[in-house]
């Protein structure tokens, strides 16, 4: 074995995004490029020379071949140990868990989220920090000076690490500790929630219905829902991880898992269903003939947290992403706590989590999470909407409609345009931007305009500001809509728009939806003029 110096030289637009670089696979797969990413994130953080990491993914195409070149660069970077999930399997809560309980110096996810995987779709490579949560900006801005500076890698010239056996291997002085990747995990979860209250539900006929889409959650899900709470054998779907997600675009949301979804709106519907994403920080959680949005169920977990023992004392603050619906706040108002509203991401919630400010975070975009990890948790939050339904003895319909008719209900739906052309999309944003100032006092379809500005987050630990993370119109009485350009996408641009209508009930709580949103549709395409300027009849998704 021996330690190369590879010369290399910079790769063009090695910049993370929201969540890490994400590329398409076969970006990923040239020369040098994944290679280059990796030592750029060495070299930001202050080498690997004598350090720890833990490093796993979702299980995606190149995930394994893409571990062994990180497990030997690693080695060539001088690092100490590496705690691998077997097969390079770890669900990305479950990495953020290792990273913790193994005081380890970070750790690399190897993930493209809730984007397709195949040699023609997604692949993604993220850096958590010694806390367990995302690199900050500081990390990621660091990391992408590193990927414009480089000059040469690292990496052992050795055979592969057997990633499949449960052992301690060597590459040079680097320990390689491959692990289950469930265990510690379900453990975690078992610390939190009332396991014995919810071995009773499904004792007592409960039933409901996973689909693991084919992503990494399958062997955590079958774990700790059929093994330690007897759910009956079947109840997970599409278990098994597999390379490109057997064809299935593992985002739960009811287009994407609409399997489930026909299932849970069908004449024989399960009490409970759910579904996660590629990496299984995202949940998406439906009751019989009742769709959850994350917004909302955001708000009922926070409102409902104490009855699982793990938040029995309370939630010291919640924190929600800025196009997250405003439902949470009220919760976090009525029981006196902090609440906070953040850039999307989960890297912006690290710091609130860590100075104790907040308990539970989340993001519309079925993301969930709380303070035992720092990251967001699809398993998690469907385990407390568990642990919620086996005290409360309610439907998930009841339980949405009394938080209702306490709280008021706020109407939210998110309408993506995918893959735009990068400079009309930009153009869109940009043209709304520049009236910003003008707008409020401006009434549009009746709706008056109280408010126009483009986020900007100054974050209450450390003071680092972080500006442009999207446009806000608030109109008088609590309605808004926001729009962003989304940090994740891999194909031209991507411009989401966020609506959202408050009602305060008790009349007015059961209307469709998208009926409710549409004077916020129509004042949108005034203001904004999407459809005009793209030609395109409607949104590509909407959630
Ligand atoms: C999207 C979501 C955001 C989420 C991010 C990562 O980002 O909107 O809320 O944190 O994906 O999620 P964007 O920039 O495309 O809107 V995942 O499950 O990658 O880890
Ligand atoms: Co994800």
């Known amino acids: 074995m021996q330690f190369l110096t590879i010369p290399t030289q910079p790769i063009e637009g090695q910049k993370p995004g929201t969540s890490g670089l994400r590329k398409k696979t076969k970006v990923f797969m040239g020369r040098h490029y994944l290679e280059n990413f990796v030592q750029a994130i060495f070299d930001a953080i202050g080498g690997a020379e004598g350090k720890t990491f833990v490093l ?33 399997i770890l669900s990305t809560p479950a990495a953020s868990h290792l990273i913790r309980l193994n005081r380890t110096d970070g750790g690399i996810i190897m993930s493209a989220s809730h984007n397709p995987g195949g040699p023609d779709e997604d692949f993604g490579v993220k850096f958590n920090m010694p806390n367990g949560g995302p690199a900050p900006e500081a990390v990621t801005d660091a990391i992408f000076a590193q990927t414009k500076a480089i000059s040469h890698y690292r990496i052992a010239e050795t055979t592969d690490v057997d990633l499949m056996k449960i052992s301690d291997q060597t590459i040079g002085n680097m320990t390689v500790c491959v692990v289950d990747p469930v265990s510690d995990y379900a453990t975690l979860m078992e610390s939190l929630f009332d396991f014995t209250k919810m071995r009773a539900l499904f004792a007592g006929g409960f039933r409901m219905r996973f689909d693991a889409m084919c992503a990494v959650t399958g062997p955590y899900a079958k774990e700790i829902l ?46 409970f269903g759910a579904a996660s994403d590629g990496d299984g920080d995202r949940n998406m959680v439906v009751g019989r003939g009742i769709y959850v949005s994350p917004s909302d ?15 029995r004392a309370g939630l010291k603050g919640v924190a929600r992403s800025m196009p997250t619906s405003a439902a949470a706040d009220r ?18 919630f690290g710091n609130l989590l860590d100075a104790g400010r907040a308990t539970l975070c989340g993001e519309e975009s079925f993301g969930t999470g709380s303070d035992h990890v720092r990251e967001k948790d699809g398993l998690w939050a469907v385990l407390l909407w568990l642990n919620i ?22 109407y939210y739906s998110r309408h993506d345009y995918e893959a735009l052309p990068v400079a009309q999309a ?30 900007a987050y100054k974050d209450p630990v450390d003071g680092s500001l972080s500006k442009g993370q999207g446009i806000r119109i608030a109109f008088d009485g609590g309605s808004r809509f926001v729009l962003r350009l989304s940090g994740t996408g891999t194909e031209g641009a991507t411009i989401r728009l966020y ?45």
Request: aromatic share 6%; hydrophobic share 45%.
């Open 499 to 543: 609506l959202e209508r408050f009602v305060a009930g008790p009349e007015g709580l059961d209307t469709e939806v998208q009926a409710a949103l549409q004077p916020m549709i129509d004042a949108t395409e005034i203001l904004a003029g999407i459809k005009a300027a793209s030609g395109r009849m409607g949104p590509d998704v909407v959630t």
């Open 297 to 311: 169920s955001l708000a009922v977990l926070a409102a409902n947290a104490h009855l699982a023992p793990g938040y």
């Open 389 to 410: 339904l086996a005290e409360r003895k309610e439907t998930v319909q009841e339980i949405l409609s009394t938080h209702w008719r306490k709280f008021g209900r706020n």
């Open 56 to 88: 796993g993914g979702d299980g995606r195409y190149f995930n394994d071949r893409a571990a062994q070149v990180i497990l030997r660069m690693a080695a060539a970077n001088g690092a100490k140990k590496v705690i691998v999930g077997k097969g390079a």
């Open 226 to 271: 059929e093994n330690r709470l007897g759910a009956p054998s079947g109840t997970v779907t599409h278990a098994t991880p597999l390379p490109d997600f057997g064809g299935m675009h593992p985002d739960p949301n009811p287009t994407w898992a609409h399997e489930l979804m026909d299932e849970m709106m069908g004449p024989d519907a399960p009490d």
């Open 426 to 455: 930009e153009g869109i944003m940009g043209a709304l931007r520049a009236r910003l100032a003008d707008l409020p006092g401006l009434a549009v379809e009746g709706l008056k305009i109280a408010s126009a500005d483009d986020f």
């Open 331 to 348: 919760v976090a108002e009525a029981l006196g706590i902090g609440c906070y509203e953040t850039p999307t991401g989960w890297k912006f």
